[in-house]
C-alpha cells in the first residue's frame, strides 16, 4: 500500500496566536487561611501551590481558639495575577473557611528562630550574650561548647542576629514559618468626639 498524499500535497498551517497572558510583579505574598482541622487538607493546599509552580517559603500552622478550626500562614513568592488565581481556588477548597493576601494590607508578622552556636571560649559566650540581649532574645540552653538562642521578630530581625552569630559558627538553627494578623484600624473621626 502506497500513501495516498504526496509530498506536494502537505500544506504547513501556522499555530494560532494567542493572546499574551499579563503578568503582575513578582514578589513575597502572606497568605492566611481558616480551615477545619481535618485529615489531607495541608496536603490539598500544598498541592494547589506546587501545581501553579510556586514553593511554599513559609509555612505555620497551629488550633485556634475555635475548636476544630487550625490557622494557616503561608508565604510564598508568586506574580501577584496568579498568586490571586490561587486565592480564589483556595477559596473553594471544602475544607477552607476562610482565605486572606496579607500583602497589601497592615498586618503584624512574626518567627521564631533557635540558634545553636559555638561559644568554646568565656569571651564568645560574652559576646554571643550580648548579642542575644541587644535582640532581646534568651537563651534557652547551655552546654560546655555552646549556647541555644530563642528570638522572635520580624524577618528583618531574624536575618540581622544570624548575621551577627554567623562568625562564631552556627551549628544547628531551626526556623519557623512567618505568624501573622491583620492590624485592627480604630479610626476615629475627630467629629465623633
Known sequence: MS????????????????REIRKGSVRKHIITLKVRNEIGVLARIATLIAGKGYNIEGLSVGE???????????????DDIVIEQVVKQLRRLIDT??????????HVERELVLIKVYTPTSRAR?????????????????SPETYTIEVTGDEDKINAMIELLRPFGIKEMARTGKVAMKREMNIKEENDE
Open 64 to 78: 485556634t481558639h475555635e475548636k476544630g478550626i487550625s490557622r494557616m500562614t503561608i508565604e510564598v513568592t508568586g
Open 126 to 142: 560574652d559576646e554571643v550574650l550580648r548579642i542575644t540581649e541587644i535582640f532581646r532574645g534568651k537563651i534557652i540552653d547551655v
Open 97 to 106: 473557611l476562610k482565605v486572606s493576601d496579607l500583602t497589601d494590607v497592615p
Open 3 to 18: 500513501d495516498t498524499l504526496g509530498k506536494n500535497d502537505l500544506e504547513v498551517v501556522k499555530a494560532p496566536k494567542f
